[in-house]
């Protein structure tokens, strides 16, 4: 049933179809809204959030309702995923269902305790966010964290995945702003060498709250956006969801809400064909939210690869699509937004880990 959704999703994005017979693959689940840190480049410093947890009835209808479509559910949002009581629960409850669960987390909480109920549970993937290689810019951008308890924090957790030979997929990943821009090199050489870290990502600053004049250029909706089409969708902790994290940061609506409506009447509700229709028609830029986003827009040839291949398949080549279109030959198939193109080398580095001998 996945691979014929995902067919049907390529479909109606190739034709450029408004009215979609199909689910996302993918979802950003918001299961708190609680955090525990003052980042100033996270949007919840300029939407206020309530301290909430997403209920398990909405949850749970949720999970059942995308059961039969849904490859990933990144269980992120505006909030740390270790506040939520019931995070092992919910990655548990996902993959009951099928569906391949995903976390992000800025570490403060992750101690010896957390990193081995977290070890224990079906997760197949976490992304452990430390923005600096220096104590000055970490808890510049980190506000409320330590940098050498959540460092320590990383390698612990990393390091007893490793002795354990988990499947867990470790992504140590710094976003590059102003005051962490010369520490790609360190940071790089030092995470490669932790037994147990996978990659290391280098991102650019989407939200860009700290460059608010950032836009795309007027010639980068030539192709419609694959957000609207392929996912991911945001589902916020009251259950109201957006056509993705942006929509939500820059002020837009919700299209729906899942705790009270179906997903395929929220996927083909009046605003989401309202901004397919714009975006089908090369006019991408005239929807609020739209002009103001500062996601990389991929070439229809990377849409439908991520739509012909299992999700699983993706996130293993999205370090090596995300390389070679950034620094090799593909250079094209992504458009950053324009106050990112002049650096545009730099916007996104993966590196595979080393073994750890040399930290």
């Not at 995923?81 to 909480?109: E, M, V």
């Not at 010639?219 to 419609?224: E, L, N, Q, R, V």
């Not at 901004?275 to 929807?287: N, S, Y």
């Not at 080549?317 to 990112?340: D, S």
């Amino acid at each position: 049933m996945r691979v014929w959704n995902r067919l049907k999703l390529l479909a109606a994005y190739l034709t450029r179809r408004t009215r979609v017979n199909a689910l996302p693959v993918e979802y950003i689940v918001e299961t708190t809204a609680k955090c525990n840190l003052y980042c100033p480049m996270c949007p919840r410093e300029t939407h206020k959030q309530p301290k909430q947890d997403m209920p398990d009835t909405v949850y749970q209808r949720l999970v059942q309702n995308a059961a039969g479509s849904a490859e990933h559910m990144m269980l992120i949002g505006l909030g740390e995923p270790f506040l939520d009581p019931k995070i092992y629960d919910r990655i548990s409850h996902c993959s009951r269902h099928g569906i391949s669960a995903l976390i992000s987390t800025n570490g403060t909480l992750l101690d010896a305790q957390a990193a081995d109920r977290l070890l224990s549970t079906p997760l197949e993937h976490v992304t452990l966010s430390f923005d600096g290689a220096t104590k000055e810019s970490f808890e510049f951008y980190r506000k409320g964290a330590n940098f050498e308890r959540v460092r320590d924090n990383f390698i612990q957790f990393a390091s007893e995945k490793h002795r354990r030979k988990s499947s867990l997929h470790v992504v140590v990943q710094m976003v590059r702003m102003e005051r962490n821009w010369n520490e790609v090199e360190e940071f790089t050489r030092f995470w490669r060498n932790v037994p147990g870290v996978d990659e290391v990502r280098i991102k650019a600053d989407e939200t860009d709250l700290m460059r608010p004049d950032a836009a795309h250029a007027p010639g980068d909706w030539t192709y419609p956006c694959h957000y609207l089409w392929r996912g991911a969708m945001y589902v916020k902790h009251s259950g109201d969801v957006y056509p993705c994290c942006q929509s939500y940061n820059f002020g837009g609506p919700p299209v729906g809400n899942t705790g009270s409506q179906d997903l395929n009447e929220i996927f083909n509700s009046p605003e989401m064909l309202r901004m397919r229709e714009a975006h089908a028609g090369r006019r991408g830029g005239d929807i609020e939210v739209c002009s103001k986003c500062r996601t990389a827009i991929p070439h229809p040839v990377l849409v439908a690869g991520s739509l012909l291949l299992h999700g699983k398949t993706v996130r293993k080549l999205l370090p090596l699509v995300e390389r070679l279109a950034y620094f090799g030959r593909w250079t094209g198939l992504l458009r950053p937004v324009e106050n990112q193109r002049e650096r545009r080398p730099d916007l996104v580095k993966i590196e595979p880990a080393g073994n750890g001998r040399d930290r």
